[in-house]
């Protein structure tokens, strides 16, 4: 890919018209690397390089550029000198298993959240992310460098809408302030659990046509809510915890 190309993989239009994203700095693309030796189409990347890492060794195809050419690419004030241009996944490449967990986020703003979400979602394993329409793009540079690599291993689904939802899972459930506690053994049961938006959670609209049993996570109630990514990392412990 020519560097004017990789320039543009900042603004989401263009990674979605180009079917790129950027990976920058060692540890990112380490994990790429973990990532590869398991999953044919992470072997798709290119590498571009400073002379700083030089010498390290890849199966990508490397290009060699100057200090001053990455920091034009570079999404951080101090550039680590290495970066990878990947392929986004396909729907193919990830179909989803029978015995998979869905965690559904409608209209997620914060790319930290996100992150934070789908590094939850790689440690425990098992479970696919849906984003909803008007969702803060995963592929985003943030959210991959808050993901930790995590973004590698999780299923992600983009511009997913509430009511697509109803053929895909007959058991659906939501975190709300006046539902069951998540400790109840049907809580394990569903097959999609929603999370809604930072502010406004999941619209009642839709609560409704999927008929999705409600849970709450119980707290001293001396703040109004939880933050999102706290909710879903309370949730998925607990429903692994139940498993176990």
């Known amino acids: 890919m020519k560097l004017d190309e990789v320039k543009k993989l900042h603004q989401k239009k263009y990674r979605q018209s180009l079917g790129y994203f950027l990976v920058e700095g ?7 690397e973990k990532a590869a030796a398991g ?11 400073t002379s700083a890492y030089e010498s390290w060794v890849s199966p990508w195809p490397r290009h060699l550029i100057s200090d001053r050419q990455m920091a034009q690419l570079s999404d951080t004030k101090t550039p680590q000198g290495i970066l990878a241009v990947v392929p986004m996944p396909t729907a193919a490449a990830e179909a989803s298993e029978a015995s998979e967990k869905a965690i559904y986020l409608h209209e997620v703003q914060d790319p930290g959240n996100l992150g934070t979400i789908l590094r939850t979602l790689a440690w425990f394993g098992g479970m696919r992310c ?3 329409p008007g969702s803060v793009d995963p592929y985003n540079p943030k959210v991959v460098r808050a993901s930790m690599g995590a973004i590698f291993h999780v299923p992600v689904e983009t511009e997913v809408s509430p009511d697509s939802l109803v053929s895909r899972y007959q058991r659906t459930a939501c975190l709300d302030m006046g539902g069951d506690p998540i ?6 049961d569903h097959d999609c659990y929603l999370f809604g938006n930072e502010a406004r959670g999941v619209p009642s609209e839709a609560l409704s046509v999927l008929n999705a049993h409600r849970y709450t996570i119980p707290g001293a109630a001396v703040v109004e809510s939880l933050n999102l990514a706290s909710a879903v990392n309370m949730a998925v412990y607990e429903l692994h915890r139940s498993d176990s």
Do not use: G
Not at 26 to 32: A, S, T
């Open 26 to 32: 060692e540890h990112l693309v380490l994990e790429l």
């Open 130 to 132: 849906l984003l909803s």
């Open 183 to 188: 400790s109840v053994s049907s809580f394990t």
């Open 39 to 49: 999953n044919p189409h992470w072997q798709q990347a290119e590498l571009f390089v």
